[in-house]
């Protein structure tokens, strides 16, 4: 057989053309669902291990919802932290309440944005969670984990507002949606707090980093972050926005945690 041989232009030339092409079969087929595993360790101890998640957007997807569930159990998290944003439409609220529900760890919850959009009863919401053992967290906290851990969660809905209370002798970590919030809490300071709506801005330029976030997040697009109030992790989501269902080098996550 012969072998046609091509000069290295032609090559260049065809690869960058293939480029483009390689990218949106990532960002669309490849990225969206291929759910990402971060771990975190906060602090010198390890006394207790959860998972956080955020941002669902749950549109009907029952398999990849159940594979994010799956994976959530298959760390025995001593409970589950989730930050907003479960469904955008009311009428996939039961869908993901009947899946959410298999989580094997108390699940605490605070709403997002689309969670009040979508004008959907908080009663369905509060009942999925309570049933795992965790609650829907209103401007209000818990002592969880043998009363090792304070969990605090906001509504983000009044700047200013007054926080449920600190109680310094164990951890107190806070559950937000809009990573921008950690600028309205004055003086106090958490072991952690944990938030999402950014989605990482789904497309994220290597070497420069999100093209574009939603309101109410500023420098806190993805990640952990060192702030005046303690340490912030920002969970790039499990779901998408609307319609705009790619990501690229930002792949949906769930986080587990050893605190």
């Known amino acids: 057989m012969r072998l046609t041989k091509i000069s ?3 090559f260049i ?3 960058l053309l293939a480029t483009p092409c390689v990218v949106l079969a990532d960002a669309r087929l490849i990225e969206p669902t291929w759910l990402k595993i971060r771990h975190q360790k906060v602090g010198s101890e390890s006394a207790n291990r959860f998972v956080h998640f955020s941002d669902l957007h749950h549109k009907g997807d ?3 919802l159940q594979s994010v569930v ?4 298959s760390f025995t998290p001593d409970f589950v ?3 907003g944003d479960i469904i955008e439409d009311q009428k996939y609220l039961h869908e993901a309440l009947e899946i959410l529900s298999g989580i094997k760890a108390p699940m605490f919850g605070v709403p997002g944005n689309h969670d009040y959009w979508s004008r959907v009863s908080f009663e369905p919401i509060h009942k999925c ?3 795992t053992g965790g609650a829907w967290l209103l401007d209000t906290h818990r002592k969880i984990a043998g009363g090792r851990i304070n969990l605090i969660g906001v509504t983000c809905k009044r700047i200013n507002q007054e926080l449920p209370p600190l109680d310094p002798p164990v951890k107190n970590i806070l559950l937000m949606h809009y990573p921008a919030w950690v600028k309205n809490l004055g003086d106090q300071t958490f072991d952690l707090m944990l938030a999402g709506h950014s989605h990482g801005g789904q497309v994220r330029i290597p070497f420069y980093g999100s093209l574009i976030v939603p309101f109410g997040v500023d420098e806190y697009d993805m990640g952990m972050f060192e702030t005046k109030s303690g340490p912030l992790y920002v969970n790039s989501g499990i779901g ?7 990501r690229f080098n930002c792949r949906p996550e769930i986080t587990v945690f050893e605190i």
Do not use: E, V
């Not at 799956?70 to 159990?73: A, L, S, V």
């Not at 998408?240 to 790619?246: A, G, M, P, R």
């Open 8 to 10: 290295r232009r032609t």
């Open 13 to 15: 030339a065809s690869a």
């Open 62 to 64: 029952r398999d990849y």
């Open 70 to 73: 799956d994976k959530i159990n």
């Open 81 to 83: 932290c989730f930050t």
């Open 129 to 131: 969670f309570n049933a």
């Open 240 to 246: 998408y926005i609307l319609n705009y269902n790619f």
